[in-house]
């Protein structure tokens, strides 16, 4: 049996219709007309749906991708693609024979069909059950149920947004197989723990953090929008450096005192939940590893700019004091205005009683904030585009520039940056003629 009739044969129960992006993800092309966050996989926008055909399955050529797209060491084989004849089709990373024994999580759409086959583990997430594996087309797959203090219509919108989430995840890449694992039985091992890590990490963050989330930030009472990016936020803070990387030990920091409550794992997930809550709000559609800038230029993705939050921080507090309080006293530079720095990203406020009361040194509160504030100056700078396509290195740069001010706190986060992401060579040093 050649490779077509396997594929063939693979996504059989597919239905025709399904070559469209499930309509239920809300950031479907088909639904709002703007571009999905991870478009590299997509299937194509097809004007009509009912046009293809299993029969018209034809296996393309290998597709090998650029390295620095993808983890160190991205892929086990190469990428297999296939077209269904009508401009869609699916990639996935596969070994020399990756049909059999080898999970898929790279199809570019979740059938609705899609049920759990295969169930790996579970966690516990205050009042929810989370059970995870894969779907019978092996793409990683969650199951969210209510203990009897939980809700079942909130559980049923958890999944959602996890679901939602490890199928980007998928599409992007992140459960790739490195080159150096060989064999079925080591891939599927290393694809488990990937999930498994991840399903923890998510669960454990979401059980101690959900409330004090949606308590600052209303957009996080709904289930799906919370899970959505805490999963994506967790892989994020995964894949981003350590403070070790530039220089500093967690153990020293003032954050790392129990009172705070706040692991380096945990400031990393919150920083990724944060970033990829604001890639979606404004709409800067970032991929997971790197993205395109309007130029075709390779430019920071979700990662990166996690880095370049953690650098920030660095930058505004060298000790990672949560409690910091800055005066600003009236010059010219202010209006003459006085006002006060707070926190770990050292958020702005004219009233400091009324800031400290509102929150502004609880870490969550201020890594949001900060976040919100990066993703808002990068949305004010000189990028091209504004309706789907991510902003440049230099539009970083920029928002970086505004964000420190006068000084050379810019170039040491930007420099502190690249060296978080050691994954990415392909950052360019910092220019500040680029930036102003």
Same mark, same amino acid.
């Given at each position: 049996?050649?490779?077509?009739?396997?594929?063939?044969?693979?996504?059989?129960?597919?239905?025709?219709?399904?070559?469209?992006?499930?309509?239920?993800?809300?950031?479907?092309?088909?639904?709002?007309?703007?571009?999905?966050?991870?478009?590299?996989? !997509?299937?194509? $926008?097809?004007?009509?749906?009912?046009?293809?055909?299993?029969?018209?399955?034809?296996?393309?050529?290998?597709?090998?991708?650029?390295?620095?797209?993808?983890?160190?060491?991205?892929?086990?084989?190469?990428?297999?693609?296939?077209?269904?004849?009508?401009?869609?089709?699916? @990639?996935?990373? #596969?070994?020399?024979?990756?049909? &059999?024994?080898?999970? /898929?999580?790279?199809?570019?759409?979740?059938?609705?069909?899609?049920?759990?086959?295969?169930?790996?583990?579970?966690?516990?997430?205050? &009042?929810?059950?989370?059970?995870?594996?894969?779907?019978?087309?092996? !793409?990683?797959?969650?199951?969210?149920?209510?203990?009897?203090?939980?809700?079942?219509?909130?559980?049923?919108?958890?999944?959602?947004?996890?679901?939602?989430?490890?199928?980007?995840?998928?599409?992007?890449?992140?459960? @790739?197989?490195? /080159? &150096?694992?060989?064999?079925?039985?080591?891939? $599927?091992?290393?694809?488990? +723990?990937?999930?498994? #890590?991840?399903?923890?990490?998510?669960?454990?963050?979401?059980?101690?953090?959900?409330?004090?989330?949606?308590?600052?930030?209303?957009?996080?009472?709904?289930?799906?929008?919370?899970?959505?990016?805490?999963?994506?936020?967790?892989?994020?803070?995964?894949?981003?450096?350590?403070?070790?990387?530039?220089? %500093?030990?967690?153990?020293?920091?003032?954050?790392?005192?129990?009172?705070?409550?706040?692991?380096?794992?945990?400031?990393?997930?919150?920083?990724?939940?944060?970033?990829?809550?604001?890639?979606?709000?404004?709409?800067?559609?970032?991929?997971?590893?790197? @993205?395109?800038?309007?130029?075709?230029?390779?430019?920071?993705?979700?990662?990166?700019?996690? /880095? %370049?939050?953690?650098?920030?921080?660095?930058?505004?507090?060298?000790?990672?004091?949560?409690?910091?309080?800055?005066?600003?006293?009236?010059?010219?530079? &202010? #209006?003459?205005?006085?006002?006060?720095?707070?926190?770990?990203?050292? +958020?702005?406020?004219?009233?400091?009683?009324?800031?400290?009361?509102?929150?502004?040194?609880?870490?969550?509160?201020?890594?949001?904030?900060?976040?919100?504030?990066?993703? +808002?100056?990068?949305?004010?700078?000189?990028?091209?585009?504004?309706?789907?396509?991510?902003?440049?290195?230099?539009?970083?740069?920029?928002?970086?520039?505004?964000?420190?001010?006068?000084?050379?706190?810019?170039? /040491?986060?930007?420099?502190?940056?690249?060296? %978080?992401?050691?994954?990415?060579?392909?950052?360019?040093?910092? $220019?500040?003629?680029?930036?102003?």
């Amino acid at each position: 049996m050649n490779i077509g009739d396997q594929l063939t044969g693979r996504v059989k129960k597919i239905r025709a219709e399904e070559c469209l992006w499930d309509s239920e993800t809300g950031y479907s092309p088909q639904n709002t007309n703007t571009p999905s966050r991870f478009g590299q996989f !997509n299937v194509a $926008n097809l004007n009509s749906p009912y046009g293809c055909s299993l029969s018209d399955l034809q296996p393309s050529p290998p597709s090998l991708p650029d390295i620095n797209d993808k983890p160190e060491t991205p892929g086990l084989m190469g990428m297999i693609s296939v077209s269904d004849g009508c401009g869609g089709g699916y @990639s996935y990373w #596969g070994s020399d024979d990756p049909i &059999n024994g080898m999970r /898929n999580p790279h199809i570019t759409f979740r059938p609705s069909d899609s049920t759990m086959e295969t169930e790996i583990g579970t966690e516990d997430c205050g &009042n929810y059950t989370i059970t995870y594996g894969y779907d019978q087309y092996g !793409n990683p797959i969650a199951k969210v149920t209510a203990k009897s203090s939980g809700s079942a219509n909130t559980a049923k919108e958890i999944e959602k947004g996890i679901n939602e989430a490890l199928y980007d995840l998928a599409l992007d890449g992140y459960f @790739s197989v490195p /080159n &150096n694992v060989i064999g079925a039985e080591l891939a $599927n091992a290393y694809i488990d +723990n990937r999930l498994k #890590g991840l399903m923890g990490d998510m669960a454990s963050y979401m059980a101690k953090n959900w409330g004090t989330i949606a308590k600052y930030f209303p957009d996080f009472k709904d289930p799906k929008t919370a899970f959505y990016h805490a999963t994506i936020g967790a892989a994020i803070g995964s894949e981003m450096g350590s403070v070790s990387d530039i220089g %500093l030990n967690w153990g020293d920091l003032i954050i790392s005192d129990p009172k705070y409550k706040m692991s380096e794992k945990d400031l990393k997930i919150t920083i990724g939940m944060a970033v990829s809550y604001n890639d979606k709000k404004y709409g800067t559609n970032m991929g997971f590893y790197s @993205s395109t800038d309007v130029n075709g230029n390779k430019t920071l993705g979700l990662v990166q700019v996690g /880095n %370049l939050i953690l650098a920030t921080i660095y930058a505004e507090s060298a000790s990672f004091n949560p409690d910091g309080i800055r005066h600003n006293l009236p010059n010219k530079d &202010n #209006g003459y205005t006085e006002s006060w720095d707070l926190g770990l990203m050292q +958020n702005n406020a004219k009233d400091k009683d009324k800031a400290i009361a509102a929150g502004y040194l609880d870490p969550i509160k201020s890594i949001f904030m900060g976040v919100g504030t990066m993703f +808002n100056k990068v949305y004010l700078s000189p990028w091209k585009s504004k309706s789907g396509i991510a902003p440049s290195q230099e539009n970083w740069m920029w928002a970086d520039y505004h964000y420190q001010g006068s000084g050379t706190a810019r170039q /040491n986060a930007w420099n502190n940056m690249i060296k %978080l992401s050691k994954k990415a060579p392909w950052i360019k040093p910092y $220019n500040e003629k680029a930036a102003e």
